[in-house]
């Protein structure tokens, strides 16, 4: 089923439903069958049934897909999805059985950067997905012959409008496990702090995250840096981690004894001397009273 007409439609944004599409005067739009559609290797924007995708989908039942997706022939008469996979869902969801797109022959690194140019400016991305496209741009970059890490970073945050050190910082989050990556996405750990515990070896997140899910805690960034530095001199240990974690953590404060806890107990016109004169000798007559039980 080909798209609907759209020349009478006036459209405010489309660019999160659809996305941008650059297209040479000498390409032909085709209608390629979905079941010969498949995502792009390793993905890192995820494709969720939520309620913008719904948006997607009433727009394309209404006005058809306006902006044909991009693909590459691939093996056995099938072609790679670079730009278009919300676009090529909402298809599926609208029951329409083929989707517009533009074929082009790119290699591996000419489609990565296609790929990730044409989503990172998505407002719904997570420090995760950004973490693995901005290292994916990076490395196909590099492939091409890009010179210096610090150059090839200021490349790859220019569509997002970040800096290489931005860049960087994401890029190092690639190194977290899964679990902890999962809590900077939902913000349970800032970016910031993520990026220091990424210089944990494996085994010393897993201590991390069991202690963290234990005592639900929220590490602060001073602990991360501490967690990072002994980590980079190779003594830090799961008792070492606790220890930091614990120490001085919002979650676990003591109960201190103060005028404002115990004067709830007395005469609003007490003064704290004679708060202290009751309480020394009600301490002193339960000491004896202990004593008596001996």
């Known amino acids: 089923m080909r798209s609907k007409s759209a020349e009478k439609i006036k459209l405010t944004s489309y660019e999160d439903l659809f996305g941008e599409t650059e297209q040479d005067n000498r390409e032909k739009v085709v209608y390629i069958s979905l079941d010969k559609l498949h995502p792009f ?20 039942e209404q006005y058809g897909v306006l902006v044909p997706g991009i693909v590459r022939p691939s093996e056995n008469g099938t072609y790679e999805i670079i730009s278009g996979h919300r676009r090529c869902r909402a298809c599926e969801l609208a029951g329409m059985d083929n989707m517009p797109v533009l074929i082009r022959n790119l290699n591996d690194d000419e489609a990565t950067i296609i790929m990730v140019d044409s989503n990172i400016q998505r407002e719904d991305i997570t420090p995760g997905e950004k973490a693995f496209a901005y290292k994916m741009k990076f490395e196909a970059l590099k492939h091409q012959g890009s010179k210096g890490d610090k150059f090839t970073a200021d490349i790859v945050g220019e569509k997002a409008g970040e800096s290489g050190r931005t860049v960087h910082r994401y890029i190092r989050l690639t190194e977290l496990i899964p679990e902890i990556l999962q809590m900077v996405d939902s913000n349970m750990i800032n970016v910031g702090i993520g990026e220091r515990l990424s210089y944990l070896r494996k085994n010393e997140q897993e201590y991390l995250l069991r202690i963290l899910s234990e005592r639900n805690i929220h590490i602060k960034k001073e602990q991360a840096e501490q967690l990072k530095k002994l980590s980079g001199e190779e003594m830090l240990t799961e008792e070492m981690i606790r220890s930091i974690l614990v120490k001085n953590n919002s979650t676990e404060k003591k109960e201190i004894l103060s005028y404002k806890t115990i004067g709830r107990f007395f005469p609003s016109d007490y003064t704290k001397e004679q708060i202290t004169a009751v309480v020394f000798e009600l301490l002193e007559e339960w000491r004896e009273s202990k004593a008596g039980e001996d």
Do not use: G, L, Y
């Open 41 to 60: 290797k390793n993905h890192p924007f995820h494709v969720n049934d939520d309620t913008k995708m719904q948006e997607t989908v009433a727009s394309v």
